[in-house]
Structure formats: C-alpha cells, structure tokens
C-alpha cells in the first residue's frame, strides 16, 4: 500500500496548463484513494466534485457514509489551488482527533489546529480549529479574513443555544469563502441553501438522502446492562460502545465490568501492553484507567484528561478495546470504531432539566454503529428503563402460570421519574431531524472582535446584525443590547473614540492600545472585572489573591470542583457541631447555608450592582465568586493534591479547562499597572503546572513532525536549570519549578498545623523512610499552642534553597511558632531527576530537625 501524503502528490501537478489543471487534481485524488483501497460512493463523489466546480456543498448524508473522505478532498482541493482551509469541529476532543487524522494524510508541516487552548503550526494552510476559533476570525477580519474555504463538521450544531452562534457567523462574514457544512441530522436545508448561494455568489449543491453502506439493526432489551453485554460479546457483537449520560455512570460501570471475566485473550492482552508500552498514567485516575484498559476495557468522557481520551482512541481505532463506557459525546463525531452501540436509557440531563432525547441526538448516537470496510450491520441496542427490566424478570419467573401471572405487582417509574418506553424507542427511530434554529448572539467578544476590524466598524456591525438569520423582532432586540454593550465598553475605558475622528485603520472608536496585544475578553464579564480592580487594597497582604479572586469570578463554573467543595466543608461543620452536641436536626438547618469558598463576595457583588447601574447589559450574565487557583494557592497545593483533597479523579479533564481558562485570563486580561512580581511568579507556576499535567497535543504533533521535542521560542528563552537539556521537561523551567518546591514545602507545614498524619503519609508514601509525624507533633504541641500558616509564615525567611546548581536541591522550610522560636524546619533533599520523571516535585529525603 502507498504511504505518501497527498500534500506529496502536489508536485504531480505543477506543470499542468491551467486548462487541465481542476481534471488533473481530481485524477490525483481518486489515484490516491485507489492507492489505499478505497472506492468513493457516488454520494461522496457527487459532493466533492462539487467542491472542485466552486459550489457550496452541504452533504447531509448518513453517518457511516464516509463524509470526512470529502472534508479531505475539500482540503487538497484547497491546497493544490493554493488557498488556506479550516476544518471545524463543536468540541476540542473532536479538533485534536481531525488534527492528528489531517497530520497523516497531508504531513503535519501542511497541518495546524486551533483550540483556543493551544495553538499548533498556526500557519499552515490547513488548520483544525473549533467553530468558535473561525467565527472570531470572521468577526475580526470580515471578508478580507485569510481563509479561503471552510469545512464545518457536525453542522447540526448551529441549532444548539449556547453554541450555535459560532456556526452561523462564519456564513455571514465570510463572503469570499467556500463552505462544506456536514451533518447527518440536518432536516429540511431549502432556506440555507438559498441564503448562502446568495451571501457567497457560488452554487450550493445539496447532497443528501443517500442509503447507509452499513444498514443498522434496532432491538429495544429487558436485560439489565451487563447481561446485555455479555450477550453481544458471545455473539461478536464487540466492539459495543456502552453510552451513558453522566461521566459517574461511564466510569462506575467500567468498574463493575471487570466482573465479568475474560474479555481479552493472551494475545490481545499482550497487545494492549505493547501499545501502551511506556506511556504515563500520572494521575488517580490514569492508575485506573490502566487496569481497565489491560481488561479491554475503556472509558470515555469529557471528564477525563485529554492525553487519557487520546490513549483511548488510539487503542479502539487498533481494535484493542472489546467495550468502552462512555457518554454522549460519541455522538458528535469520536472516531472511536465500534460495531455496537449500547444505549442505557433515552433519558438525560441537558443542563436543565431531565429530557427525553431529541430525534437529532438519537440518530447521531446510534449512527455510530457499524463500520464501512469491517461490518455488514451496525448493532444498536436499547435498554429498557430499570422498573421495566424487573417487571419483565418478574414475568418470566411467572411463567405461563396465569395464577402467578395474575398476582404480580408491576413496578413503575419513580414519582418525578423522566422515563421511557418501547413507544418511545420506536418513534425516535422514524422521527426525523428537528429543523435547525438560528441560535445568533450579542456578546462583548463580538463587538470587541468587530471593532478590532479595519473600516467602518458601524457598517460591519449593522451587517452583522441585520442580515443573519433571525426575525426581525430578535434582531430589533439584539441591536438595542449591542448598543448598552458598546457604551459598557467605552464607559469603562476598554474601546475609546479615535481623537482625530477616525484612525489610521478608518476606525471612529477604537479597543485601547494600552493593552496587551493579545488582550482577552472572551468572558463577558471581564470589563466588570477591570472595573473592580480599582476597589482592591494594593497594601494588602492578599492583594495579589485579590485580583486571582476578581477574575475567578467571571470564568465558568467547574461545577464538580465546587461541589467537592461544599461537600467538604459542610462535612467538617456537621462533624464539629456533632462533637458540640447539637442535635440533628439543628446541624442540617446550620449547614444548608455552607456553599463552597467565595472570596470577596460582597465586595464583587457591591460592585456588581453599582456596575449594573449603568451598563444594562451586565445584567444578563451574573458573577459566580469561587476559590479554585486561590485554593491552590492558599493551600500550596497541587493539581493532584486537588485532585485527592475533594475526590475528583474523575473530574481531572474539567479541572485542566478551568485551571487554563484561568491561566489564560490571567496571562492576558490583567492591565499592567495591576501586574505585581507575585502575580508573575503565580502565572508562571500555573503554566508550567498545566503543561506537565498534559502536555500530549504539542508533544505528539512535535512527534509526529520527527522532531524530539516540542521546542517553542518561550522554551529557548527560559532560564534552564541546572543540568537539564529538555527544554519541557519540569524542572527546566527554573523559576516555575522553584516556586512549585516552595509550594510543597509550605503544604507539609499546612497538613502538620492540621494533624493530619495520614494525609502527609500519602503525599510522601513514595519514600522509603518518613519522620515519625505523630512523636513530633506530640512534642511540637508540648512547646507550643498553634502553627502560623498565613500569609506572613509563608515569607522568603521561613523558605531557603542551597545548591540549585546541581540535581539535588537541599531545602529548609521553617515553621512559624507563636513566639518567634522558629525551633521547628522541615529540612530535605529535591531529587531533580525524580520529578522530571513524575511531573510533579519529589524529594529523596525528608526530615524534620528541632
């Protein structure tokens, strides 16, 4: 079989007369195809020789019907004329799967990918990139933006509320571009199809209603879920994705799965090994992951860390994995192949409200199933609510005993219970898609990126705002909220008025110049949040926590995190009270008002208030005070003593997310006058702290680029520490690394202040000896009545480094007595070595001198 590229088969094409050249390139397309055994359907050849005419093509075929095969002519296309394309995708896991994918078709020298976490190659003619990334582009640059053709995958998505937005604004704004919008589930597409020939002046050819190459066959099961799953491995039903609607369920059954003996044989196993060969499972969780995955079994979720879901792919694209337990997220384009797709309910939670399941969302989960090339049918399988499973049970233990039959009690749905039934089941089956449903929104990031556009920013915005796909009520209604927006903006100082009337740039206003040129507000509420930086003490001792809180406040809520929060601190009252001797029913009334940290709560929402008063528009988002990065910081913890403290192994993906919007909005959005030394340092150690939790799309593109590590112009410039030569490697990064041991330090002196012996000896169990912690807080206590662990205890005179020029820093935290004696110092040894090799900072040794 032909490995090359098809970016290798552009030199086939340079001396072709213009007249042969749209022939020749598709000659070349098709022989590349051949070279790899393919054969194009006629659905996919009719959509991609749309392409090559110039049309618009929106291809609503099945799933399964190999659309991403014209997503990659889409591409070459595009390449052999010249022209820069973007793939589009709704969520990061999909962009970085379609990287990696685009990387080993086209050479990752021709690939980038665009997250708004991370940039890759950002250059390259062919970018990877989320629906939102092009649509601030569009909104930035307008028609002049250096994208000559869009590829939007899952284009369904331009129905959902808070998302759709960004797959309607790349049509409006880019009226040079070509666009392939693909979807399986688009319902009636006559008014798109007008609309863009009408925006962009190209044909827009429809190809739709094409038959599944891989038929699926529906069964609706009364066996509880594993017995399912059993069933279909015995009769070669594997691989069975299992869809859950929760990331609790996925993992829960995961586990409860290994019961049911051998999944893999010896050689599968075996095989399983020698893929994951030396890949690190740093975490709880990937601990877990490991022994799952050894059993052939996976998990899947945006729960989970994405180096984990990479793993995860990559083993089920091999045929590695028998089951995977996933959630939904399946049914928005994973390239996870499977035969069977296992449905535990058609019931879930949208963020709301329990629902049934859209037809939409149904066809896009099931269609799933089967492989073209592998299956002759794709499996889906539908489980019967849990109260319908025992009363099938209960029917068939009757048997045909009329008597028996006669006295059962059926069981129903709990009271409030969202359920289903075989009706149910049937007619989501035949239910065609819901239509799709404009979803447009004002936001400040809009204006922002549109006054940051060169010309008439009225102009543009009045295109923007009157020409897309809304009623001219909502649109009415959206101006009057791009008017309070856009004097928010200039009321607090973000977009000034140009004092010559218009800029170099045609622009009458204008977003400040003072600030960084990469100055993020992609939160809504971040003008508030420059707002209440004036109202913070500079003298304070928490004044550099302050400003971490200010911004905490307008990021999303990790939900999980602070709920583990809550839940601990109502723990440790319920248990305090109870010592007290308040009764019951004294101590749930008391602990209903706990909720999770909320610094500088009534100050921000004061602030709030007063903010609202004269910029309407704020009133449509509210602040959400929370201590995440500040609890980190105030507790000296890790991300895995994050992690352990609250139980949220399961959760690691949503903490890395929030941990970089927090990162980021930081890095970007703090004015330089608020920048202090210490904020630097915290900024440092967040960056570095995220990359070594996962750093895997960087360090696999460098890969996969041939080079030995992901070496960026930040790395070169870094001060390296003593004795390293990779520039990603943890300790390299001096200043961060030396704030991380300070870090560890300092959570030693807090679990010792707090008695908590086994905590410590979980945090150091890696060593062969550890200080007897229980004797010296006997005698520690025997001296002394407290332990300083404020600010003031945390200061450079309790925390010395010696010999940082070598791989073996030695280190003297002292701890901070009532009366000055400073008689206590935890005193230890840094083992460079072993925390590049863990990711995390690990001694050799640790002892406790007084």
């Not at 038929?215 to 869809?243: H, M, N, R, W």
């Not at 959630?327 to 879930?348: E, Q, S, W, Y």
């Not at 908590?756 to 550890?770: F, N, P, Q, S």
């Amino acid at each position: 079989m032909n490995t090359a590229t098809l970016s290798d088969k552009l030199a086939d094409l340079e001396d072709v007369p213009s007249s042969l050249f749209d022939e020749a390139v598709w000659d070349t397309f098709i022989a590349w195809t051949k070279d790899r055994g393919i054969s194009l359907y006629p659905a996919q050849e009719e959509a991609s020789l749309g392409i090559l005419a110039g049309d618009n093509v929106i291809l609503a075929t099945p799933t399964g019907s190999g659309k991403s095969m014209v997503a990659n002519a889409a591409h070459f296309i595009a390449l052999a004329r010249g022209q820069r394309s973007f793939y589009t995708a709704p969520i990061k896991a999909l962009v970085s799967e379609k990287f990696f994918a685009l990387c080993e078709i086209f050479g990752p020298d021709n690939v980038g990918m665009m997250t708004g976490d991370a940039t890759v190659n950002g250059n390259a003619p062919i970018i990877a990139a989320t629906a939102e990334i092009v649509a601030n582009i569009a909104l930035r640059d307008g028609a002049e933006a250096n994208i000559d053709q869009v590829v939007m995958d899952e284009f369904h998505y331009y129905s959902e509320p808070d998302r759709g937005w960004a797959w309607q604004v790349p049509l409006l704004e880019l009226p040079k571009a070509q666009f392939l919008l693909m979807s399986a589930t688009l319902g009636d597409t006559t008014w798109l199809e007008e609309d863009l020939t009408q925006r962009t002046g190209r044909d827009t050819t429809l190809v739709a209603g094409t038959t599944r190459p891989v038929p699926l066959d529906f069964s609706y099961v009364f066996t509880g879920v594993q017995d399912t799953i059993e069933e279909l491995l015995s009769t070669g039903k594997a691989p069975i994705y299992v869809v859950h609607f929760s990331q609790r369920e996925a993992s829960e059954r995961a586990q409860a799965l290994t019961s049911i003996g051998t999944i893999l044989t010896p050689e599968e196993k075996d095989a399983v090994a020698k893929e994951i060969g030396g890949f690190r499972f740093t975490t709880t969780f990937g601990r877990d992951l490991s022994k799952l995955l050894r059993k052939g079994i996976g998990v899947h979720h945006a729960g989970m860390l994405p180096k984990y879901r990479r793993l995860v792919e990559r083993l089920a694209q091999r045929g590695l994995l028998k089951i995977i337990c996933g959630t939904d997220t399946l049914g928005v384009g994973i390239n996870v192949p499977i035969r069977t797709v296992l449905m535990t309910g058609l019931a879930k939670y949208d963020g709301t409200r329990q629902r049934i399941l859209k037809s939409r969302e149904f066809h896009q989960i099931a269609g799933r199933a089967g492989r073209a090339g592998y299956d002759t049918e794709g499996t889906v399988v539908v489980e019967a609510p849990e109260h319908e499973i025992e009363n099938a049970k209960a029917r068939r233990k009757a048997g045909d005993d009329p008597a028996r039959l006669k006295k059962l009690k059926k069981k129903s749905a709990r009271d409030g219970e969202v359920t289903w039934s075989e009706k149910t089941y049937l007619r989501l089956i035949d239910a065609e898609p819901e239509q799709l449903t404009s979803q447009f929104k004002v936001s400040n990031s809009m204006l922002l990126n549109v006054l940051a556009r060169h010309g008439d920013g009225y102009e543009h915005m009045r295109h923007l705002l009157r020409t897309n796909h809304d009623t001219r009520s909502k649109q009415n209604q959206d101006i009057l909220t791009a008017l309070d927006l856009f004097r928010g903006l200039v009321r607090t100082g973000v977009v000034q008025k140009s004092t010559k009337g218009l800029d170099i740039y045609g622009r009458p206003y204008h977003v400040v110049r003072e600030l960084p040129r990469d100055f993020a507000l992609n939160q809504p509420l971040s003008p508030f949040a420059l707002a209440a930086l004036s109202l913070l003490d500079p003298e304070s001792d928490t004044y550099t926590l302050d400003i971490i809180s200010v911004f905490e406040a307008i990021l999303d809520d990790p939900r999980q995190v602070l709920i583990a929060q809550q839940k601990q601190r109502r723990g440790e009252e319920i248990a305090q009270l109870k010592a007290d001797g308040v009764d019951y029913t004294e101590r749930m009334t008391i602990v209903e008002d706990i909720t999770w940290p909320k610094p500088l709560e009534e100050l921000l929402e004061q602030a709030y208030d007063t903010f609202a008063e004269t910029n309407a528009w704020v009133k449509e988002f509210q602040i959400a005070p929370k201590s995440v990065v500040r609890d980190m910081l105030e507790n000296a913890m890790t991300f895995s003593d994050l992690v352990a403290t609250y139980g949220l192994a399961r959760s690691e993906g949503v903490i890395l997310r929030y941990l970089t919007d927090a990162w980021r909005t930081l890095r970007q959005s703090v004015p330089d006058e608020y920048y202090t030394d210490e904020l630097a340092d915290v900024v440092e150690w967040l960056g570095e702290l995220i990359r070594q939790v996962d750093s895997s799309l960087v360090d696999e593109w460098a890969q996969m680029a041939g080079e030995d590590n992901p070496i960026s112009q930040e790395d070169l410039d870094r001060e390296l520490a003593f004795g390293v030569e990779d520039p990603t490697a943890l300790t390299a990064n001096r200043r961060a690394f030396t704030i991380m041991v300070r870090n560890y330090f300092f959570r030693l002196v807090q679990l010792f202040a707090l008695e908590k012996e086994d905590r410590l000896a979980e945090l150091l169990d890696y060593l062969d000896e550890v200080p007897d912690f229980g004797a010296v807080l006997d005698d520690y206590f025997d001296e002394y009545d407290d332990i300083e662990t404020g600010p003031s205890a945390r200061g450079p005179e309790f925390f010395r480094v010696n010999d940082q020029e070598t791989r073996a820093w030695t280190v003297r935290q002292i701890i901070c007595d009532p009366k000055g004696e400073h008689a206590f110092q935890f005193v230890g040894t840094v083992d460079l070595d072993a925390s590049d090799a863990a990711g995390e900072v690990r001694l050799s040794s640790l002892r406790v001198e007084y």
